[in-house]
Protein backbone atom coordinates (compact mmCIF):
# COMPACT_ATOMS: atom_id res chain seq x y z
CA UNK A 1 0.00 0.00 0.00
CA UNK A 2 3.06 2.44 0.53
CA UNK A 3 4.46 1.80 -2.70
CA UNK A 4 1.55 2.53 -4.55
CA UNK A 5 0.85 5.54 -2.34
CA UNK A 6 4.65 6.97 -3.66
CA UNK A 7 4.12 5.73 -6.54
CA UNK A 8 1.02 7.62 -7.00
CA UNK A 9 2.59 10.88 -5.09
CA UNK A 10 5.30 10.98 -8.01
CA UNK A 11 2.76 10.84 -10.60
CA UNK A 12 0.49 13.75 -8.91
CA UNK A 13 3.44 15.92 -8.65
CA UNK A 14 5.11 15.16 -11.88
CA UNK A 15 1.41 16.43 -13.14
CA UNK A 16 0.63 19.37 -11.09
CA UNK A 17 4.10 20.83 -10.42
CA UNK A 18 5.47 22.55 -7.11
CA UNK A 19 2.69 20.68 -4.37
CA UNK A 20 2.50 22.26 -0.72
CA UNK A 21 3.10 19.18 1.82
CA UNK A 22 -0.66 20.18 3.06
CA UNK A 23 -1.85 19.38 -0.73
CA UNK A 24 -0.46 15.90 -0.80
CA UNK A 25 -1.85 15.47 3.13
CA UNK A 26 -5.07 16.19 1.97
CA UNK A 27 -4.88 14.49 -1.74
CA UNK A 28 -3.91 11.35 0.11
CA UNK A 29 -6.13 11.60 3.27
CA UNK A 30 -2.85 10.90 5.35
CA UNK A 31 -1.21 12.88 8.11
CA UNK A 32 1.81 15.07 7.91
CA UNK A 33 4.08 12.77 9.10
CA UNK A 34 4.05 10.06 6.87
CA UNK A 35 3.92 12.62 3.73
CA UNK A 36 7.21 13.88 5.45
CA UNK A 37 8.38 10.33 5.64
CA UNK A 38 7.27 9.73 1.74
CA UNK A 39 8.93 12.54 0.51
CA UNK A 40 11.91 11.69 2.34
CA UNK A 41 11.95 8.06 0.74
CA UNK A 42 11.13 9.60 -2.67
CA UNK A 43 13.89 12.58 -2.53
CA UNK A 44 16.74 9.82 -1.41
CA UNK A 45 15.92 7.86 -4.61
CA UNK A 46 16.30 11.28 -6.08
CA UNK A 47 12.73 11.50 -7.64
CA UNK A 48 11.74 14.49 -5.96
CA UNK A 49 13.36 17.52 -4.83
CA UNK A 50 12.19 19.85 -1.73
CA UNK A 51 12.04 23.80 -3.09
CA UNK A 52 10.57 26.82 -1.28
CA UNK A 53 6.55 26.15 -0.68
CA UNK A 54 6.74 22.53 -0.71
CA UNK A 55 8.40 19.97 -3.32
CA UNK A 56 8.68 19.53 -6.95
CA UNK A 57 9.56 16.07 -9.98
CA UNK A 58 13.72 16.28 -9.84
CA UNK A 59 14.90 17.16 -13.35
CA UNK A 60 16.97 14.35 -13.33
CA UNK A 61 14.01 12.33 -12.97
CA UNK A 62 12.33 13.57 -16.02
CA UNK A 63 15.32 13.21 -17.94
CA UNK A 64 16.36 9.69 -17.14
CA UNK A 65 12.07 8.59 -17.38
CA UNK A 66 11.91 10.30 -20.40
CA UNK A 67 9.03 12.26 -18.62
CA UNK A 68 10.09 15.82 -20.55
CA UNK A 69 8.54 14.92 -23.53
CA UNK A 70 6.35 17.57 -24.86
CA UNK A 71 3.20 16.25 -25.54
CA UNK A 72 2.18 12.32 -24.65
CA UNK A 73 -1.64 10.99 -25.73
CA UNK A 74 -4.20 10.53 -23.26
CA UNK A 75 -7.91 9.29 -24.27
CA UNK A 76 -9.63 11.23 -21.51
CA UNK A 77 -7.73 14.28 -22.39
CA UNK A 78 -8.44 14.07 -25.82
CA UNK A 79 -11.82 13.11 -26.00
CA UNK A 80 -12.41 16.48 -23.75
CA UNK A 81 -10.29 18.45 -25.76
CA UNK A 82 -11.97 17.12 -29.23
CA UNK A 83 -15.48 18.41 -27.38
CA UNK A 84 -13.73 21.73 -26.90
CA UNK A 85 -12.30 22.03 -30.44
CA UNK A 86 -15.94 22.16 -31.57
CA UNK A 87 -16.51 25.57 -30.09
CA UNK A 88 -14.01 27.26 -32.28
CA UNK A 89 -15.24 28.61 -35.56
CA UNK A 90 -13.60 29.75 -38.89
CA UNK A 91 -11.93 32.97 -38.71
CA UNK A 92 -11.43 32.65 -34.58
CA UNK A 93 -8.94 33.77 -32.64
CA UNK A 94 -8.26 31.13 -29.91
CA UNK A 95 -6.55 31.47 -27.13
CA UNK A 96 -5.19 28.17 -25.90
CA UNK A 97 -3.05 27.98 -22.25
CA UNK A 98 -0.67 26.21 -20.39
CA UNK A 99 -1.60 22.24 -19.77
CA UNK A 100 -1.52 18.87 -22.34
CA UNK A 101 -5.44 18.91 -22.22
CA UNK A 102 -5.17 21.90 -23.85
CA UNK A 103 -2.39 20.86 -26.45
CA UNK A 104 -4.86 17.98 -27.38
CA UNK A 105 -6.42 20.65 -29.06
CA UNK A 106 -4.27 21.35 -32.04
CA UNK A 107 -5.36 17.98 -34.02
CA UNK A 108 -9.03 18.41 -34.02
CA UNK A 109 -8.19 22.03 -34.85
CA UNK A 110 -5.99 21.28 -38.41
CA UNK A 111 -9.45 21.39 -40.55
CA UNK A 112 -10.33 24.82 -39.20
CA UNK A 113 -9.30 27.64 -41.71
CA UNK A 114 -8.34 31.54 -40.82
CA UNK A 115 -7.65 30.60 -37.03
CA UNK A 116 -4.98 32.71 -35.42
CA UNK A 117 -3.61 31.01 -32.10
CA UNK A 118 -2.20 32.30 -29.28
CA UNK A 119 -0.20 30.36 -27.15
CA UNK A 120 2.31 30.21 -23.95
CA UNK A 121 2.21 26.40 -24.02
CA UNK A 122 5.73 24.50 -25.93
CA UNK A 123 3.54 21.45 -25.85
CA UNK A 124 0.95 23.71 -28.65
CA UNK A 125 3.70 25.56 -30.43
CA UNK A 126 5.36 22.31 -30.84
CA UNK A 127 1.93 20.88 -32.27
CA UNK A 128 1.68 23.16 -34.73
CA UNK A 129 4.51 23.00 -36.99
CA UNK A 130 2.56 21.15 -39.22
CA UNK A 131 -0.71 22.88 -39.10
CA UNK A 132 -2.05 26.00 -40.85
CA UNK A 133 -2.57 28.41 -38.28
CA UNK A 134 -1.48 31.89 -37.91
CA UNK A 135 0.70 31.18 -34.85
CA UNK A 136 1.40 33.90 -32.07
CA UNK A 137 3.91 32.90 -29.27
CA UNK A 138 4.02 34.20 -25.96
CA UNK A 139 7.32 34.24 -24.48
CA UNK A 140 8.61 35.02 -20.70
CA UNK A 141 10.33 32.35 -18.29
CA UNK A 142 9.97 29.00 -19.63
CA UNK A 143 8.36 26.67 -16.49
CA UNK A 144 9.62 23.36 -17.09
CA UNK A 145 7.65 21.21 -15.18
CA UNK A 146 4.28 22.55 -17.19
CA UNK A 147 6.28 23.46 -20.46
CA UNK A 148 5.14 27.00 -20.64
CA UNK A 149 6.25 30.22 -20.79
CA UNK A 150 5.03 32.71 -17.63
CA UNK A 151 5.71 35.66 -15.66
CA UNK A 152 4.93 39.49 -16.04
CA UNK A 153 6.34 39.16 -19.75
CA UNK A 154 4.04 36.87 -20.53
CA UNK A 155 1.31 38.61 -18.93
CA UNK A 156 2.02 42.20 -20.62
CA UNK A 157 2.42 40.59 -23.45
CA UNK A 158 -1.15 38.44 -23.34
CA UNK A 159 -2.96 42.31 -22.30
CA UNK A 160 -2.03 43.79 -25.24
CA UNK A 161 -4.06 41.23 -27.47
CA UNK A 162 -7.94 39.91 -28.01
CA UNK A 163 -9.22 36.71 -28.53
CA UNK A 164 -12.79 35.72 -29.08
CA UNK A 165 -12.09 32.22 -26.87
CA UNK A 166 -9.76 30.75 -24.55
CA UNK A 167 -8.63 27.77 -23.84
CA UNK A 168 -7.47 27.21 -20.26
CA UNK A 169 -7.19 24.33 -17.59
CA UNK A 170 -6.18 24.33 -13.92
CA UNK A 171 -5.14 22.28 -10.94
CA UNK A 172 -7.91 22.14 -8.87
CA UNK A 173 -11.69 23.07 -8.84
CA UNK A 174 -14.57 23.89 -5.97
CA UNK A 175 -17.49 25.36 -5.45
CA UNK A 176 -15.41 28.36 -4.61
CA UNK A 177 -12.74 28.72 -6.90
CA UNK A 178 -10.47 27.57 -9.64
CA UNK A 179 -7.24 26.90 -8.85
CA UNK A 180 -3.61 26.56 -9.90
CA UNK A 181 -0.12 25.13 -7.93
CA UNK A 182 1.98 28.24 -9.57
CA UNK A 183 1.27 31.99 -8.66
CA UNK A 184 2.93 32.88 -11.83
CA UNK A 185 0.95 30.48 -14.01
CA UNK A 186 -2.64 31.71 -12.00
CA UNK A 187 -1.88 35.99 -12.27
CA UNK A 188 -1.33 34.79 -16.55
CA UNK A 189 -4.71 33.09 -16.37
CA UNK A 190 -6.37 35.74 -14.85
CA UNK A 191 -5.03 37.95 -18.19
CA UNK A 192 -6.06 35.21 -20.70
CA UNK A 193 -9.54 35.25 -19.04
CA UNK A 194 -9.49 39.29 -18.86
CA UNK A 195 -8.64 39.65 -22.50
CA UNK A 196 -11.34 36.90 -24.27
CA UNK A 197 -14.34 37.13 -25.57
CA UNK A 198 -15.22 33.55 -24.21
CA UNK A 199 -13.69 31.36 -21.79
CA UNK A 200 -13.57 27.89 -21.55
CA UNK A 201 -12.36 25.35 -19.22
CA UNK A 202 -10.80 22.08 -19.55
CA UNK A 203 -11.36 19.51 -16.21
CA UNK A 204 -11.42 16.27 -16.09
CA UNK A 205 -12.69 13.89 -12.94
CA UNK A 206 -9.86 14.25 -10.87
CA UNK A 207 -9.44 18.47 -10.86
CA UNK A 208 -13.19 18.03 -9.03
CA UNK A 209 -13.01 18.87 -5.33
CA UNK A 210 -9.30 19.35 -5.08
CA UNK A 211 -8.13 22.83 -4.06
CA UNK A 212 -4.42 24.10 -5.05
CA UNK A 213 -2.80 27.37 -3.42
CA UNK A 214 -3.35 30.18 -5.72
CA UNK A 215 -6.85 31.03 -7.31
CA UNK A 216 -7.33 32.54 -10.25
CA UNK A 217 -11.22 32.04 -10.94
CA UNK A 218 -14.67 31.04 -10.23
CA UNK A 219 -17.47 29.38 -12.25
CA UNK A 220 -19.08 33.37 -12.50
CA UNK A 221 -15.77 33.62 -14.57
CA UNK A 222 -15.85 30.86 -17.22
CA UNK A 223 -18.90 30.45 -19.93
CA UNK A 224 -18.44 26.94 -20.65
CA UNK A 225 -16.90 24.38 -18.24
CA UNK A 226 -15.74 20.80 -20.39
CA UNK A 227 -15.47 17.64 -18.33
CA UNK A 228 -15.45 13.63 -18.83
CA UNK A 229 -17.94 12.97 -16.50
CA UNK A 230 -20.41 14.73 -14.73
CA UNK A 231 -19.04 16.44 -11.30
CA UNK A 232 -22.53 15.71 -9.49
CA UNK A 233 -25.42 17.87 -8.33
CA UNK A 234 -23.75 20.72 -6.85
CA UNK A 235 -21.47 21.50 -8.87
CA UNK A 236 -24.25 21.79 -11.82
CA UNK A 237 -26.14 24.02 -9.94
CA UNK A 238 -23.44 26.17 -9.34
CA UNK A 239 -22.55 26.58 -13.49
CA UNK A 240 -26.77 27.09 -13.75
CA UNK A 241 -26.47 29.87 -10.84
CA UNK A 242 -23.39 30.90 -12.78
CA UNK A 243 -24.33 30.92 -16.15
CA UNK A 244 -21.90 28.09 -16.66
CA UNK A 245 -22.45 25.81 -19.71
CA UNK A 246 -21.34 22.48 -18.30
CA UNK A 247 -20.32 20.12 -21.29
CA UNK A 248 -19.32 16.05 -20.33
CA UNK A 249 -17.38 14.88 -23.67
CA UNK A 250 -18.69 11.83 -25.30
Not at 4 to 14: A, D, S, V
Not at 195 to 206: C, E, F, N, P, V
Not at 227 to 235: H, R, S, V, Y
Amino acid sequence: MKLQRTNNITEYIRTYGLCSYEDLCEQFHVSMSTIRRDVDELENLGVIEKVHGGVKISESYLQEEGNSSLFKFDYVKDRIAAEAARLVEDGDIVLLGSGSTVAHMVSHLKKKKNITLITNNLAVLNETLDCDFNVVSIGGNLDKIVMSFVGMQSARQISELNANKCFISCNGINLHSITNVVDLEADLKKAEIAISDQTILLADRKKFNTMSLYSFATLKDIDCLITDEAPGEEFEELCRESSCRLVVAK
